[in-house]
């Protein structure tokens, strides 16, 4: 099994970038624990930062033969990124929308994703434990074969 991170802009800022909101956990050590876990579950994890929002299409498609599932915290794109959503579904690879904070609670242009109607689930809240959480649900997800 081959999941692939992607983590979009101003995510490479974790641990000096807004703390209160973001937690003091950076990037790296979000990724080096889940790669962890992930091969304490058998599967491989992959991951890519950019904040380029082209760079991440890019990524995206070129993961179409090679990966199972794809864990997505696009940061700001969330909000606004019909070509990340069209790349996803593009490859029809099956996602889980991730944010550190719950954007449903936070300013109204956080409240609404261009990823979220077509994730199997999205996990927002939790800081870096979101991580987790997501790609247990993706595991769960692709393990049972749907
Ligand atoms: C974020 C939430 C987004 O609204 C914001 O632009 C981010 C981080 C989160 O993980 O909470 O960059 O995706």
Known sequence: MNILLINGPNLNLLGIREKSLYGST???SIEK???????????SLECFQSNSEGEIIDCIHSSKTKINGILINAGAYTHTSIAIRDALLGVSIPYVELHLSNTSS???????????????????GFGAYSYYLAMKGLLDYLQRGR
């Open 106 to 124: 936070r300013e109204p242009f956080r409240q609404k994703s261009f990823l979220s109607d077509r994730a199997i689930g999205v996990v927002s």
């Open 33 to 43: 624990e889940l790669v962890k876990k992930a091969i304490s579950e058998n599967v």
């Open 26 to 28: 950076t990037l790296e």
